[in-house]
């Protein structure tokens, strides 16, 4: 946004039972579309492998291809799981899509496997691998994205001397403490692991040291936000991310579910308190409950910007939400 709260979008390509991936990646262009007219800073693709319901697994691919419906939009990875990946490939696919989209792309880093163990032996990964080696291969990558070094034998090309911006994402302290450190951009995902939140966001601004990338603290959050008419519609619409947790627990597809008017005779008590445990930074409601939310979150963590994930089922909901927090975000401050 030019003004007000920093608003951004977070994707997961979620499909319908039954629909093509195809389908589904044309409504997540559909959605890009939308925000970049309504003024969103970003539209990040997240990595998951092996997770039927959810088209995000070719990520430089899907962001190659919103890139290319859009004009002026950030796009980018949120974000490439840098242990699923040789740092020499990434520097190579992100530097091409700089150099096909200069100024548009950036480049999210996690260190998750983006889905199982027989996953993560699937890509090849070194099985032995704890993610305390995620420093040195983000040395690694920086080093194909930056001036070379003299006798450097291995370049990206494309890639080397980009420049690609890169932000470090987590859902614990690492990443957090990491990213301080090399004074990077932080992103955390409350949308699934909000317990770790405030801790994270804590440690990063005490380990923060200034670098040529950054001269202050720069942290986004991940968060879900629903917002409706009323607060009972933004509620109902809610049904489906929280069906799609409680299937990701009962490990299960996770496809887009319709919207049900109680979620009581779907769940068990365990089952209902790990979904809302991992859903309790969601954002949901009308204007003014969101506005609420976004002002708490904000005064909460000093966020600098909201990477915001809204799952609905039906597509027109979805876009009318994210014309709802476009409003409402333009109407609030961040300090600087």
Sequence with gaps: MTKGLTVSVLDLV????GEPAGSAIAR?????????????NRFWLAEHHSIEGLACSATPVLIGHVAAATNTIRVGSGGVMLPNHAPLVVAEQFGTLEALYPGRIDLGLGRAPGGDFQTMRAL???????????????????TYLGTPKPGQAVKAIPGQESNVPITLLGSSGFSAQLAGTLGL???FAAHFAPEYLGAAARLYRERFRPSDVLRRPYMMVAVQVI??????????????PQQRFLR?????PVELLPPVDSMEELWDDFERA???TKLSAAIVGSNPTVKTGLEKLVSETAADELLVVTDTYDHAARLRSYERLAAVAKELGVAA
């Design 124 to 142: 090849r990964r070194d099985l032995h691998q704890t993610g305390d080696e995620f420093p040195a291969l983000l040395q690694e990558l920086r």
């Design 274 to 276: 790990a979904v809302e």
């Design 227 to 240: 917002a409706a008419e009323t607060d009972a519609a933004a509620r109902r619409l809610f049904t489906t």
């Design 248 to 252: 990701l627990i009962r490990n299960q």
């Design 28 to 40: 997540s262009v559909d959605l890009a579309q939308h925000v970049e007219r309504l003024g969103y």
């Design 185 to 187: 951009p932080f992103a």
């Design 14 to 17: 979620g499909m319908h039972t």
